[in-house]
Nanobody, 121 residues
Framework: QVQLVESGGGLVQAGGSLRLSCAAS????????MGWYRQAPGKQRELVAV???????NYAESVKGRFTISRDNAKNTVYLQMNSLKPEDTAVYYC???????????????WGQGTQVTVSS
């Protein structure tokens, strides 16, 4: 199984920046897609940004040009640099990883515990 540990959340003023990190550990054969989702109070969890192992990215329209996802495959870590933050970015941010336990396994999805990001106006 893969354990995901997030860090870097906090309180920031509008226009500020934060950097989230998510490190994967445990026993697994391969991690393909890693990325970030978020959930604001009373809303469904939504995609923020994801990146495949080969570097293909996908961003939510609302964060394009402000957020940048990056990844260190050697460290099994994914990052989310968030700039020009807005109050509407306030949410719990969850890390997600799609991984194979063994070379012959299907991909399975694990989630981190979440980290709070609060943007004040």
């Amino acid at each position: 199984q893969v354990q995901l540990v997030e860090s870097g959340g906090g309180l920031v003023q509008a226009g500020g920046s934060l950097r989230l990190s998510c490190a994967a550990s445990g026993r697994f054969f391969n991690i393909n897609v890693m990325g970030w989702y978020r959930q604001a109070p009373g809303k469904q969890r939504e995609l923020v940004a994801v990146m495949s192992k080969s570097g293909t990215t996908n961003y939510a329209e609302s964060v394009k040009g402000r957020f940048t996802i990056s990844r260190d495959n050697a460290k099994n870590t994914v990052y989310l640099q968030m700039n020009s933050l807005k109050p509407e970015d306030t949410a719990v941010y969850y890390c997600k990883a799609d991984f194979k336990q063994y070379y012959y396994s299907d991909y399975v999805t694990n989630w981190g515990q979440g980290t709070q990001v609060t943007v004040s106006s």
